[in-house]
């Protein structure tokens, strides 16, 4: 085995790795189907909108005329089978590119309804869920309401029609992913099903997803099967690794125009911002996308079927299809949790020698430890993993740039669970 000519790892353990990678085979070969096709797809955007060299050139102040920004945001209206987006450096998380979303396109006295129950920690403030956070929707007079899932994680179609029907709501609002949660992240066939109930009941709500972590993770987006509009994070799946910060939006030209409005003012909107010298790495990141995206899906593979073999509970399976980079293992204790996360932080490129410990980090209701050596603070296109420190004590992890580096990083994770007697070999 390459590993131990670098790193301790022990035999038995190496035992579960090739039986790891030959039960991975099948999953394999489709995802590098998916990802021949998404690279395709991108390439032929970048053909149609002719990018050139020229567009890599930095603007200034107010960013008029900048050609190269404009050109890139018709690239990913493509991409994302919309008919405009936003694609900017300026945007600060995928928490921030969805705020101003949602600020955009809802005013007081609107209501939105989550039709895929409660959404992750970090956008509970700007909803406003638990409290009327200063600055939030509610806090703005937007009215919230949302509908669980059904007892297996799955939304609850005849519940969400329901709802729909009585309230016609202006926004019905769907999470993709997970978030810190054991439910199946939506795949594109879940959304298209979800759409259509919307359309049947209440057709003039405006559908919008929350896209982060499931860009390039199948044929189609969220768009394609009739979304109004979508929003991720360019530290994640479309930022392919290279695109240091920012976030787009992409949908409808009128909605995406609204949220421009509110990204700079209105009137304005898309008009403006400087771009910085930020497009080099924003068209570059997005042209890596697909293949990093397809050697992210073959790390949560290898990962959920080493897991499976090691006996722990994984979600999605190792023979799962998949709508998201995400693979949460459920390690049963607060030891386990940590030693996974710290034998993957011993495994990083960066801070490998850095040991993590559980933290109070800002919008999460309970202690978190964290596994992120990237070389983008923050970027969970590189293989990083976290989880509160709460049953059933599990990892979320996503990312890895390159799958040969993200395996080993896998492996000493479990490596560190066994040496902390976490794991019975």
Request: proline share 4%.
């Amino acid at each position: 085995m390459n590993i131990t000519n670098f790193f301790n790892v022990d035999n038995k353990l190496l035992d579960f790795d090739k039986r790891a990678l030959e039960k991975s085979k099948p999953q394999f070969e489709e995802i590098e189907d998916i990802t021949e096709y998404n690279q395709l797809k991108v390439l032929k955007a970048f053909i149609n909108n002719g990018v050139s060299e020229s567009y890599f050139t930095a603007s200034t102040g107010y960013g008029y005329d900048d050609r190269g920004r404009e050109i890139l945001e018709r690239v990913m209206a493509e991409c994302m089978g919309a008919e405009d987006a936003i694609m900017r450096h300026n945007f600060v998380s995928g928490t921030h590119t969805l705020t101003v979303a949602l600020f955009g396109m809802l005013r007081p006295d609107d209501t939105v309804i989550s039709i895929t129950g409660r959404p992750y920690d970090t956008i509970t403030g700007v909803f406003g869920i638990d409290s009327v956070t200063d600055g939030s929707l509610r806090d703005f007079g937007v009215n919230y309401g949302e509908v669980e899932l059904k007892a297996d994680g799955t939304p609850d179609i005849e519940e969400i029609k329901k709802r729909l029907a009585k309230e016609k709501p202006k926004m019905a609002y769907i999470q993709r992913s997970r978030g810190y949660s054991l439910r199946p992240s939506l795949r594109i066939e879940d959304i298209k099903a979800l759409v259509e109930a919307v359309r049947e009941v209440s057709p003039d709500s405006i559908v919008m997803v929350d896209n982060c972590y499931g860009e390039f993770t199948e044929k189609a987006e969220p768009c394609d099967v009739g979304a109004d509009i979508v929003a991720g994070s360019l530290i994640k799946n479309p930022g392919g690794g290279i695109a240091s910060t920012g976030g787009y939006i992409a949908g409808k030209k009128e909605l995406v125009e609204q949220c421009a409005n509110r990204l700079t003012c209105p009137g304005v909107g898309k008009e403006v911002g400087a771009t910085l010298g930020h497009s080099r790495e924003l068209y570059m990141g997005l042209f890596s996308a697909p293949h990093v995206v397809g050697e992210a899906l073959k790390t949560a593979v290898y990962t959920a079927a080493l897991f499976e073999l090691l006996g722990f509970d994984v979600t999605p399976r190792s023979d799962e299809k998949r709508g998201d980079i995400v693979q949460c293992v459920t390690l049963g204790t607060a030891e386990g949790l940590v030693a996974f996360c710290q034998g993957m932080q011993s495994g990083a490129p960066v801070d490998s020698f850095v040991v993590p410990e559980p933290w109070d980090m800002p919008g999460y209701t309970d202690p978190v430890i964290m596994a992120a050596g990237a070389f983008t603070l923050g970027a969970s296109i590189e293989l990083s993993a976290d989880g509160p420190l709460r049953e059933p004590y599990a990892a979320w992890m996503q990312g890895g740039l390159n799958f040969h580096s993200a395996k080993a990083g896998v492996l000493l994770a479990a490596q560190k669970m066994y040496e902390k007697n976490a794991i019975k070999l």
